[in-house]
């Protein structure tokens, strides 16, 4: 009877391990930590696909009677950008806006090392912000839309 006793806590406690074990390795697989911020900072690499992927697209055909309109902005002949995004990088920080609709988003944002964000407004609206916070300053980057483009303005404030 007592083997029979030390041989089930033996197994439960093999399964309880086996069970934490394997929840440990599926949220390692996700690319999340069992602890800490759900949301992870975008690297170098990502930004710089993410900014790869947008693309211009070839534009619709006009009529035979309509004359030739340049909707390129100067930058590709011929093609119409898909949506304009920017990415906008600083020593607190970096972030990613689109246009779209008139409207402004933020699509991605990662403070730098020593800061953190503060407050953010993601948008879609007029404008989106976000601060991005030290122990020693701060910095707020706006963006609003002008000609389909996103315009930061950024401002400086030391704590």
Known sequence: ?????????????????????????????????????????????????ALARDTPVPPSPAPADAAPVDVSGGETPGAVPATGRRLVSTGAGSLIARCEGGLVRLQSWTPAQGFEVDDVDPGPDDRARVKFESDE??????????????????????D
């Open 1 to 49: 009877m007592h083997s029979r006793l030390v041989l089930a806590v033996a197994g439960w406690l093999l399964a309880a391990a086996l069970a934490i074990g394997t929840g440990i390795a599926v949220l390692g697989l996700l690319g999340r930590p069992l602890t800490g911020p759900a949301e992870r900072p975008m690297t170098a690499e990502e930004i710089r696909l």
């Open 137 to 158: 300053s701060g910095l707020e980057i706006e963006v609003r839309c002008a000609g389909g483009m996103p315009v930061p303005r950024i401002s400086r404030h030391d």
